[in-house]
């Protein structure tokens, strides 16, 4: 009988041990991304903490590239977003560039507030690209992002700039 209860026991953790439960938060296959999830991004300097999140850009086919991504001031100090820049080409920015507190300024989709878009930028679908943004306050940042085609949840990136009117206010301390 005891042998038996050892055997169950036994098993028991054997089985929580080889399946990983054990991990926890940082479980190997918990922090799998895809590669077309989009970059992330923290910036911690001068006092801010910026998050960009799902960053990418669309070929729209007409060559241009279009930003698709999120942008969120988790600091207690507004900033303000300066623009994107790729190979030495400033993207032309429209809608919210005020970042508040907590107050997302998204890039595409249905809750896209902000538009921007490299003209002539010739992007090609597939490959990486080190994109770089500036911020008022919280300074400059680059990282490599995926360009992906206009199909499935991207299907309707355009290029044209939407008629989100923008408040040119510069955040100031």
Same mark, same amino acid.
């Given at each position: 009988?005891?042998?038996?209860?050892?055997?169950? @026991?036994?098993?028991?953790?054997?089985?929580?041990?080889? %399946?990983?439960?054990?991990?926890?938060?940082? @479980?190997?296959?918990?922090?799998?991304?895809?590669?077309?999830?989009?970059? $992330?991004?923290?910036?911690? $300097?001068?006092? %801010?903490?910026?998050?960009? *999140?799902?960053l990418?850009?669309?070929?729209?086919?007409?060559?241009?590239?279009?930003?698709?991504?999120?942008?969120i001031?988790?600091? /207690?100090?507004p900033?303000?977003?300066?623009?994107?820049?790729?190979?030495?080409?400033?993207?032309?920015?429209? #809608?919210? +560039?005020?970042?508040?507190?907590?107050? /997302?300024?998204?890039? $595409?989709?249905?809750? @896209?507030?902000?538009?921007?878009?490299?003209? #002539?930028?010739?992007?090609?679908?597939?490959?990486? *690209?080190?994109?770089?943004? #500036?911020?008022?306050?919280?300074g400059?940042? %680059?990282? $490599?992002?995926i360009?992906?085609?206009?199909?499935?949840?991207?299907?309707?990136?355009?290029?044209?700039?939407?008629?989100?009117?923008?408040?040119?206010?510069?955040? +100031?301390?």
């Amino acid at each position: 009988m005891r042998r038996t209860s050892i055997l169950i @026991a036994s098993t028991f953790v054997l089985a929580f041990a080889l %399946s990983g439960c054990a991990a926890g938060l940082n @479980a190997e296959t918990r922090n799998i991304t895809r590669v077309t999830d989009g970059n $992330e991004i923290t910036i911690d $300097e001068n006092g %801010s903490e910026i998050r960009v *999140v799902n960053l990418k850009l669309v070929d729209t086919g007409d060559g241009a590239a279009v930003v698709v991504g999120t942008i969120i001031n988790q600091g /207690p100090n507004p900033d303000q977003l300066l623009g994107f820049s790729v190979n030495g080409i400033q993207a032309t920015l429209t #809608g919210e +560039t005020n970042l508040l507190t907590n107050k /997302p300024v998204s890039f $595409e989709g249905e809750q @896209a507030n902000a538009k921007a878009v490299f003209f #002539g930028a010739n992007p090609t679908a597939g490959t990486n *690209v080190k994109i770089s943004i #500036g911020f008022a306050k919280a300074g400059f940042v %680059s990282a $490599e992002v995926i360009i992906r085609d206009k199909r499935d949840d991207f299907k309707n990136v355009v290029s044209g700039s939407d008629p989100v009117v923008a408040d040119t206010a510069t955040v +100031t301390e």
